[in-house]
């Protein structure tokens, strides 16, 4: 199957440090890879898309990374705070027009 | 722009009963998604509209049934409500002209089934 994965632990880092969260894809090569942040009790809201011939996108604090050889995607918090505190969703797409989530990945951001 | 706008926000049901959740977007936008996410599940697709008068099964579509009112309006109807579809559901949307394309999330409706 066409999966993808993140680490389900909790990342507890402290504020000003960099946060690092795993995407990890099998079995295919996805043209782009998407990345969104969910709120408790919200909806999940776009922050970044990198396309599969882009090595890295950058955001403000943020920056993905996406490795085709070892079918990965990294998400860098820089100089994270704690409003940062949230989960993070890595997204595939498939099919026509659909994006596949993986389970996210929670981030505590301790002041 | 209200973007993605879901009604109700929280809802309890019985077993066996019915309802209707409720999605509209502001936005124009072509395509339009209803999906559920459960601790340790994800969020998983129920169902998908690709444009105004076309719906598609997602990965999990057991249990509801949806319509694509217009383009503004995407309903999910359960019919026979089960403590299986306790859950949190979604309403997105995106363009679907453009591509690739984010998509944009609604409040969510938290459902209980008893």
């Known amino acids: 199957s066409q999966k993808i994965e993140q680490n389900s632990e909790a990342l507890n880092i402290q504020e000003g440090k960099t946060a690092t969260l795993t995407c990890n894809y099998t079995n295919y090569s996805p043209a782009y890879l998407q990345w969104y942040r969910q709120d408790p009790g919200r909806g999940p809201v776009f922050l970044l898309l990198i396309r599969e011939n882009e090595k890295e996108k950058r955001k403000e604090r943020l920056k993905v990374t996406f490795d085709t050889t070892l079918k990965q995607s990294l998400f860098h918090i820089t100089a994270s705070q704690p409003a940062d505190s949230a989960t993070y969703l890595c997204a595939r797409p498939y099919g026509n027009n659909r994006l596949a989530f993986g389970k996210g990945n929670q981030v505590v951001v301790i002041p | ?114």
Request: a neutral charge; proline letters at 5%; charged letters at 15%.
């Open chain 2, 1 to 114: 722009n209200a973007g993605v706008t879901q009604t109700p926000k929280f809802q309890v049901l019985k077993t066996g009963q019915s309802m209707t959740l409720q999605c509209a977007q502001d936005m124009n936008h072509n395509s339009m998604y209803w999906y559920r996410q459960d601790p340790g599940m994800g969020l998983r697709l129920i169902y998908y509209s690709a444009s105004e008068g076309t719906t598609d099964k997602g990965e999990v579509p057991n249990g509801y049934n949806v319509s694509r009112l217009n383009k503004r309006e995407f309903s999910l109807r359960l019919e026979s409500a089960a403590p299986s579809q306790t859950s949190v559901y979604f309403c997105a949307s995106s363009d679907g002209t453009v591509y690739p394309n984010e998509q944009f999330f609604g409040p969510g409706t938290r459902l209980t089934v008893l």
